[in-house]
């Protein structure tokens, strides 16, 4: 089974080889199981594994109205740092943390497309600041969505039946712990760089006549064929501070009292800069999210409640016989003494 599915700069192949099995019980299941490849989660059994078939994914939710087309707006995030966690077993797991800083829904906007269809839209503020320093057609608009001014605002593609009210506050329980998200921020400016440093050249010989010119990148065209340089040359400049996104991240964990949201990997960025935040494309929910986004219960308990994955079990320790352990290492013992007695002897004898 090989299907090509295009990305937004890029072409992937999905193919299942001999190790994959698609569950033919019913072309229903079929069709799900291809579709969950397509959507980049694809499950790969062993050959010595018994296969099981796929759970069968969630498409609607009755008391939501949810459904598995349905788009929900993103959030506008700060990122903290990076941290980690343990297992059981002793493996590191890296965290990212990242703030939701009073993340608001400023508007909503409908665009018409060809066809009679339309694209639905909401503008999301966050990181408060003060009204002297916020331009007066934006104060307007805060003021008619009732909500203190904003140093940041966005636009996220949603549906329809997705759209928020103004003012609506989008908490850190927006998202769920094992949901996919994506992530768009700003990476570190690293200044003007050489070509070694910027996309990682082998730069000129040390020796051999090479003079003053060790680090350089070499030869950047012909003479008269072509007769000039090739856009797109790599060539020295400034390396960094570039809009770049990362893709399919696992939501670890969820703080709602400090409104920070966990996730497993590293996000483009340093200390403070503003994350974009929205669930990945290719989502396969288990369970129903939040729709269209969290609301406050009014019990403490349940609104403060922190949520985590859940970590694997601790594998129980072999049991050890501490007589056993003393009879190999006197074995050991006595076998290196009498190594070392034939040495000796050999030597005697040689002399």
């Known amino acids: ?84 966690d343990w297992t059981d077993k002793g493996d590191r797991i890296a965290l990212t943390a990242i703030q939701i800083p009073n993340c608001k829904v400023l508007g909503s906007r409908i665009v018409a497309k060809a066809k009679g269809s339309f694209a639905y839209s909401l503008q999301v503020a966050a990181r408060d600041t003060v009204i002297k320093k916020t331009p007066k057609p934006l104060q307007g608009i805060f003021a008619q969505a009732g909500i203190e001014p904003k140093k940041t605002i966005m636009q996220f593609e949603v549906t329809k039946d997705a759209i928020l009210p103004p003012g609506s506050e989008i908490l850190a329980k927006h998202f769920v712990p094992g949901q996919l998200v994506t992530l768009q921020g700003i990476t570190r400016g690293k200044g003007f760089e050489g070509v070694m440093s910027r996309y990682g ?24 064929s072509p007769g000039k340089v090739f856009k797109g040359k790599r060539m020295p400049g400034h390396h960094g501070s570039k809009l770049r996104t990362v893709m399919n991240l696992q939501v670890y964990m969820v703080d709602p009292i400090h409104n920070i949201v966990y996730v497993r990997g590293a996000v483009p960025g340093s200390k403070g800069t503003v994350i974009r935040v929205k669930d990945a494309l290719w989502q ?5 999210p939040p729709f269209p986004t969290y609301v406050p219960t009014g019990d403490e308990e349940v609104d403060n409640k922190p949520m985590i994955l859940v970590k694997e079990p601790l594998s129980k320790p072999k049991e050890v016989d501490v007589k056993e352990v003393k009879a190999k290492y006197e074995e050991i013992q006595k076998s290196k003494k009498l190594k070392e007695l034939e040495l000796e002897r050999k030597r005697k004898k040689k002399g």
Do not use: C
Request: aromatic share 8%; glycine share 8%; no cysteine.
């Open 1 to 84: 089974y090989q299907r090509r599915v295009r990305d937004k700069n890029r072409d992937r192949v999905l193919m299942a080889g001999i190790w994959f099995r698609l569950p033919l019980v019913s072309p229903l299941t079929t069709l799900r199981a291809r579709r969950k490849v397509v959507r980049g989660v694809a499950e790969i059994v062993p050959a010595d594994v018994e296969w099981k078939p796929m759970e069968p994914e969630l498409t609607y939710d009755p008391r939501t109205s949810w459904t598995d087309t349905s788009k929900r707006v993103g959030a506008i995030g700060i990122k903290l740092g990076m941290t980690s």
């Open 201 to 224: 050249f082998k730069g000129q010989p040390a020796s051999h006549g090479v003079s003053l010119t060790h680090r350089s990148l070499g030869s950047t065209g012909n003479r008269k």
């Open 284 to 288: 396969v929910w288990k369970r129903p």
